[in-house]
């Protein structure tokens, strides 16, 4: 093996029980970020779709979808950006 270092890293991660567990946290932190990104572009999606097609306000709509308030400049940022589309 040329890597000696990398191959005992991969076999920990792979077969030690501690270095399993260490993957799977890893791995569900990567599922619940990619979560709150999904909830963010289709909360920006719904904003947008009920600003145009309904013709309500950004506040509102974002009202109706219960974005907390600490999100709300980020959310309409995003709304005007067409960042999502």
Known sequence: MFFPDL???VRYLKEDPEG???VCK???EIRKDDEKRNDMKNAVLHIRDMV???GISMETAMDVIHIPTELR???AQLVRSNYYR
């Open 7 to 9: 191959a005992n890293r």
């Open 20 to 22: 399993v567990e260490e």
């Open 26 to 28: 890893a791995m569900d």
């Open 52 to 54: 145009s097609g309904l």
């Open 73 to 75: 400049n980020d959310v």
